[in-house]
């Protein structure tokens, strides 16, 4: 088959697709996934590409297998991805676990859709938030980003990539049905003009080499199988060697350093939009779809006079705490529209502390909200 290599344009494609290209620009040469509607076009589109620059795609039996995959290929030294939704990211979160606990570079999109249980299978939601940042057991930090539009599928991809060599931990993309599925312009630039981060090789001799031993950044270097280096994986709790060690101070040392590695570095790893906050008497703070729509409802809150600003998540997780409480010593109240019944607006209220109130919007799924909704939250807030 010939090689055909990246793409580099200006192409009409759906958010789930640009989100696959996104894989492919940053280096992903390994999918393994399940079809699953509104996630299956990545797969697709995956399916299709790989082969065509020397990758591999597999239709794994299920998404517990799917997740395990792409876990080995990383240990392999090859980029990996997977996507889902709904039931089949809950399927997965055993193993995202295992992924945090070894350490494993890859990334995991979830598009999502309406539920709980089989729930709208063809319909938006954005109900899986906090299953995001809790859905494994035991204590972790991880890092999960909400694109709004396909464009930002494709960039967003690559950097859940970079992030999850940088840190070497798996990485969410947090997107949902409506862009998934929505087609616009997408601008994929050169190879060249793309920042690439790839995980960072070991310098000691092999003989050496402790795979979990960290750098300063808490960050460990990792070698791949088969280059010589003698290494031990286990999702045990373990030493700098990979041993297990079943003690409690072991337990400490592990879990500390695996949530201080994104704690410490939150500044590199947040991304925020802000706009007109520094005059706002209320600010409307969304993300994915849910932001797009309430963009619209903040320049028509803004036509009637309304101080309102607007703060859209671009990470979800690790959650901007810092900025939350700056805005509430200054704003009366915090508006929130969300596809679900309250999840994000939990942290808002957590970090606002009572310095100003949150309003959540909620919208069950199977559509986005309607603008005149979010508007009268505003209205409403500032009365």
């Known amino acids: 088959m010939p090689r055909v290599g990246p793409l580099v344009g200006e192409f009409f494609m759906n958010g789930d697709t640009a989100c696959a290209e996104g894989a492919i620009s940053a280096g992903c040469r390994f999918f393994a996934g399940y079809p699953i509607t509104p996630a299956t076009e990545v797969a697709e589109r995956m399916s299709a590409r790989l082969p065509e620059i020397d990758g591999i795609f597999v239709q794994m039996e299920d998404e517990l297998a799917s997740m395990n995959a792409i876990l080995g290929a990383s240990w392999a030294g090859v980029k990996a991805m997977t996507a889902t939704s709904g039931p089949g990211f809950s399927l997965m979160m055993e193993n995202l676990g295992l992924g945090v606990m070894l350490e494993t570079p890859c990334v995991l999109a979830n598009i999502q859709r309406a539920g709980p249980s089989t729930g709208l299978p063809t319909l938006v939601g954005q109900g899986d938030m906090m299953q995001a940042r809790w859905g494994s057991h035991g204590c972790y930090s991880i890092i999960a980003l909400s694109p709004s539009s396909p464009q930002e599928c494709y960039q967003l991809t690559i950097k859940a990539f970079n992030l999850s060599e940088k840190y070497r931990l798996p990485v969410l993309i947090m997107s949902d049905e409506i862009v998934g599925h929505m087609s616009e312009k997408v601008v994929i630039p050169p190879p060249e003009d793309i920042e690439i981060f790839s995980r960072r090789k070991p310098t000691a001799v092999p003989e050496e080499y402790l795979p979990f031993e960290p750098d300063a950044d808490l960050v460990p270097p990792m070698a791949n199988a088969g280059e ?27 879990v500390r350093r695996l949530v201080q590695k994104i704690e410490q570095n939150k500044t590199d790893i947040i991304d925020i939009e802000e706009d007109g906050i520094d005059n706002a008497e209320v600010v409307v703070c969304s993300y994915g779809i849910s932001a797009r729509v309430s963009q619209f409802a903040v320049e028509r809150a803004r036509d009637e006079g309304i101080k309102v600003g607007m703060l859209r998540l671009v990470t979800v997780w690790p959650f901007p705490e810092e900025t939350i409480r700056q805005i509430s010593q200054r704003v009366k109240a915090f508006v929130v529209p969300e596809i679900n019944y309250g999840q994000i607006a ?26 005149e909704t979010i508007i009268d939250a505003i209205r409403g807030a500032v009365r």
């Open 346 to 371: 939990l942290e808002v209220e957590r970090c606002a502390g009572g310095a100003a109130d949150t309003i959540l919007v909620p919208n069950m799924g199977g559509s986005a909200h309607r603008p």
């Open 228 to 254: 010589g280096y003698r290494f031990h994986v286990t999702g045990l709790t373990h030493d700098e060697r990979g041993y297990p060690v079943m003690t409690a101070e072991a337990q400490d040392r592990l």
